[in-house]
């Protein structure tokens, strides 16, 4: 059922140029504001001084009187209602009207038609607000002041504001970082700029980070004015990327490079930290002009380093472990945190082509300190100079030991010789030296002539016998 609800006529924004209806004849009377008016000795109403002027395109104001299932009934005080379409109410899609409007609200509407076929004063409430709207956005965009606009959609690329107009969120610029999940705005009212405005395309773009870096600039001017080289405070890993990891200062992100980020080697920041972790940093270096900050995890620890110098001495013998194989050697960590270098050299007793052969990563082994350099944080190790050495790789490397005492190439020379003993005669090693295919059809050539010279013998014989 249709609603309705007594209403009062109200004021139009615009001028009136064009009245529609002829001043009533008299004058009027005093203190009845035009309303009255005196006509041949008597007081009458004037009712043309309740009527509205206006034209179309002109914006009026009116009481909402009656809520439909597709359009709202408007008194503006013309002679009729004016309708409005529930395609006019908004500028989002398939609206209840019921959820626009409210009977007697007084609303701002644009006037469409005068008289329609039907002879309806057709209006739009959201052409009165796009229009509204359009004014203050333009004022916006030339002074640089921001705007206000209810998230109604996620689309593709970004997000949808009701400005009165439609105006397009980029997801680029919805925060000062990406944003993964746009859904999480909806509903929400964001205060942006705006960077791009076309009346003719009704296209306006919008930048939330804007609004947001503007904001943070001030915080950024005063957290640099506060921070000191030196000074160690907290913060949460806001990013990781591979030569370091971010942290948010409370509006200002620091950064702590991949080699301060412990006293041992790091391969990839995530190996120490993780994204949203509260840290405990130091200060390192404040560059105001460019406003970074260069920030330490590990000077907030304690340095292993120290330890080594401490407690150990040029000649002890520790255990540790093999970090890395290198061409020229391999790397002992013999404290969380300390590493010493093992000389290709200092690996073992005889000659090692490399280190692999010898170690691996990851293996277990003794080690005697060569060397401390405090200064250059260095230490110098040996294997080889370990007393009952158990070498992890031991038996590779014996292999490849005895492989190397037996050289193949004696062997080949011992042989020769063997193979030349049996050559007595001068056409002997002839023979050998030619090729096995060779030797063949030279046998097969002379084993006939060799018959026929005994044939020839024996014939000569037997001539000489008979004779």
């Known amino acids: 059922m249709p609603l309705f609800a007594a209403v009062s006529v109200t004021d139009t924004t615009l001028t009136d140029t064009s009245p529609t209806a002829a001043p009533a004849a008299g004058s009027p009377v005093e203190g009845s504001n035009g309303l009255l008016v005196e006509v041949d000795g008597k007081v009458v109403p004037n009712y043309a001084a309740t009527m509205v002027s206006f034209e179309e395109g002109d914006v009026v104001k009116g009481n909402v009187v009656r809520i439909d299932k597709d ?63 359009w004014r203050k956005i333009e ?52 205060e942006c700029k705006v960077i791009e405005l ?16 503007e904001e943070r600039k001030e915080v950024r001017e005063q957290i640099l004015g506060r921070l000191e080289p030196g000074q160690v405070v907290e913060g949460k890993i806001s990013n990781i990327v591979d030569f370091g990891a ?16 412990s006293w041992s080697h790091v391969n990839h920041p995530s190996e120490v930290v993780s994204i949203g972790d509260t840290v405990r940093i130091k200060v390192l270096d404040i560059d105001r002009n460019r406003q970074r900050i260069s920030l330490g995890l590990k000077q907030t620890q304690e340095d292993p380093w120290q330890r080594v110098i401490s ?9 540790g ?36 052969e010898v170690v691996e990563p990851n293996s277990t082994l003794n080690v005697k300190i060569l060397e401390i350099d405090e200064e250059r944080r260095r230490l110098s190790l040996s294997i080889k100079r370990v007393e009952g050495q158990n070498m992890p790789m031991g038996d590779l490397s014996e292999q490849l030991e005895a492989a190397g005492a037996e050289d193949p190439q004696d062997e080949t020379v011992a042989e020769e010789p063997a193979a030349e003993v049996p050559a007595a005669g001068a056409e002997e090693p002839q023979a050998a030296e030619e090729e096995p ?31």
Not at 110 to 115: A, F, P, W
Not at 151 to 176: M, N, Q, T, Y
């Open 71 to 133: 359009e709202v009934l408007v008194d503006i005080g013309y002679k009729s209602e004016g309708v409005i379409p529930s395609t006019e109410l908004s500028i989002r899609k398939s609206v209840d009207p019921a959820d626009e409007v409210e009977l007697g609200e007084e609303v701002d509407a644009l006037v469409l038609t005068k008289e329609d076929a039907e002879g309806r004063l057709v209006l739009s409430k959201k052409r009165a607000r796009f229009e509204k709207a």
């Open 139 to 190: 004022a916006a965009a030339e002074s640089g002041e921001p705007v206000e606009g209810n998230v109604i959609e996620v689309v593709k690329g970004g997000l949808i504001l009701d400005l009165g107009v439609r105006g397009f969120l980029p997801a680029s610029l919805v925060d000062i970082r990406r944003v993964h999940n746009l859904d999480e705005f909806l509903g929400q009212t964001l």
């Open 198 to 213: 076309n009346r003719s395309r009704n296209n306006v773009v919008l930048s939330r980070r804007a609004v947001l870096e």
């Open 246 to 261: 971010f942290v948010d200062l409370d509006g200002i992100d620091g950064l702590i490079h991949i080699s301060e980020l």
């Open 311 to 319: 407690t150990h001495r040029q000649g002890d013998v520790l255990e």
């Open 321 to 356: 472990t093999v970090t890395k194989v290198v061409a020229f050697g391999a790397f002992v960590e013999i404290l969380p945190g300390v590493e010493g270098l093992v000389h290709i050299s200092e690996l073992a007793d005889h000659h090692v082509e490399s280190p692999s």
């Open 437 to 467: 295919v060779a030797e063949e059809p030279a046998e097969q050539v002379e084993e006939p002539e060799a018959e026929v010279a005994e044939a020839g013998t024996a014939e000569e014989s037997g001539d000489s016998t008979e004779s």
